[in-house]
């Protein structure tokens, strides 16, 4: 088959577009801390932000770390409603083929996970051009709840193709999911 080309992309849909934006800059401030991720922030990109970040993580500080995100969030994340979300994930059109988007769960409370994890499937379910969108979406979460069972949990996933029916698996653990989804 050929390489395909994929790429996690922090994702938050919500009616609410405020939350949706500080959600996702909670996660891109959250994932700037690392060391190991500076390769990603190619010639010191947000280098004053991703030191402010860490910073603030070290204190225990989730609020500065947020307002860190805030700045680096719309080149970041994708995030609004499920409307700008899914014209935001435009721009990865010609670039990857599959779009694995990451609900944000660093300082996000677990009803406001949950609820973006559905916003995003059907923000994903509604995709049908090929030439529009990347080709399939996965949204995928780290199960955080249960500290002793953090497995990759594919909460959604549809094929775009024209014509083809969507095929979605919610709160499936990855294992759970394939089955539903082969």
Not at 44 to 67: H, K, N, S, T, Y
Not at 153 to 182: K, N
Request: glycine residues 10%.
């Amino acid at each position: 088959a050929g390489l395909r080309m994929t790429t996690q992309i922090v994702a938050a849909a919500s009616s609410d577009r405020g939350a949706a934006r500080r959600d996702a800059a909670a996660q891109v401030g959250f994932y700037s801390t690392p060391k190991g991720y500076d390769l990603l922030f190619p010639d010191g990109q947000f280098a004053a932000e991703r030191a402010a970040a860490r910073e603030a993580l070290a204190r225990g500080d989730v609020p500065g770390v947020i307002a860190a995100g805030d700045v680096m969030v719309e080149e970041r994340a994708v995030f609004g409603t499920p409307e700008e979300v899914a014209g935001q994930l435009r721009r990865y059109a010609d670039v990857i083929d599959w779009a694995i988007l990451y609900p944000p769960h660093f300082g996000v409370d677990p009803e406001r996970i949950h609820a973006n994890e559905l916003s995003l499937i059907e923000v994903a379910s509604g995709w049908t051009s090929l030439r529009t969108q990347p080709k399939r979406v996965q949204v995928v979460t780290l199960d955080l709840i249960d500290p002793g069972d953090q497995g990759v949990e594919i909460l959604g996933h549809a094929e775009m193709a024209t014509g083809q029916p969507v095929r979605v698996a919610a709160g499936q653990r990855e294992d759970q999911a394939g089955r539903l989804l082969g």
